[in-house]
């Protein structure tokens, strides 16, 4: 059953990664903000479902590799924000942020299909 509430943490995390990141380039800062801060409380749901469901499971390397591309994926997408505000981010980090979201879903995807990576 966390599997559901760990998928729906995820969906809604990418969902509002891209409201956010529309809501900044039209300079709707204000609610861009509050979008942004209900992102990071998702974060949170997410990485406590993560470990929930890594903990039911015997770890193995591609978990532990799909645990670490989350945290990363996370981790990226807070830079990538903190520097668009500063209108700095360079041009090709917003792809470097997507190709390593599309690996962390990807790898999710494949690991419960019995694919050890």
Known sequence: MIIHYHLG?????????????????RQMNNIALIVHNLLRVLYLAAIMTGFILLGQVSVNVGG?????????????????????????????FLMVVIIILALTVLTGILLPQGIHL
């Open 9 to 25: 943490a995820v969906t809604v995390v990418i969902l509002l990664f891209a409201a956010v990141h529309y809501l900044y380039s």
């Open 64 to 92: 532990l590799g799909k645990l670490a591309l989350g945290i990363i994926s996370i981790g990226l997408i807070e830079i990538y924000f903190s520097h668009y505000k500063k209108d700095d981010a360079p041009k090709p």
